[in-house]
Nanobody, 123 residues
């Protein structure tokens, strides 16, 4: 049974930082690329960042480039999203997602979502 459990969200002031984690089980973590998505109220769920199976290749959305960093620890079966210089527009529920292949251009496995972790950026 695939499980994706996000954590690390919270309330932070503009300019602050958070580190999100996603603990996974039920599949061979090191065999798949992984992604972070986010969804703001009234908006669609959008991709934020993606990382290859071994962590060598990453890609982040233009809106967060230079502020967010995706990483992974395959030994701990955990995906991370370091978010710096957070802005109010970053307020959203953040989700991790498993891809169907090893590379960052592989499609998302639509069968699975975690419960998400809420990030609120406000003064």
């Amino acid at each position: 049974q695939v499980q994706l459990v996000e954590s690390g969200g919270g309330l932070v002031q503009p300019g602050g930082s958070l580190r999100l984690s996603c603990a996974v089980s039920g599949f061979t973590f090191s065999d798949y690329a992984m992604s972070w998505y986010r969804q703001s109220p009234g908006k669609e769920r959008d991709s934020v960042a993606i990382i290859s199976d071994n962590g060598d290749t990453t890609s982040v959305d233009r809106a967060v480039k230079g502020r967010f960093t995706i990483s992974r620890d395959n030994a701990k079966r955990t995906l991370y999203l370091q978010m710096n210089n957070l802005q109010p527009e970053d307020t959203a529920v953040y989700y991790c997602s498993k891809n169907n292949g090893r590379a960052i251009f592989s499609s998302r496995d639509s069968r699975y979502w975690g419960q998400g972790t809420q990030v609120i950026v406000s003064s």
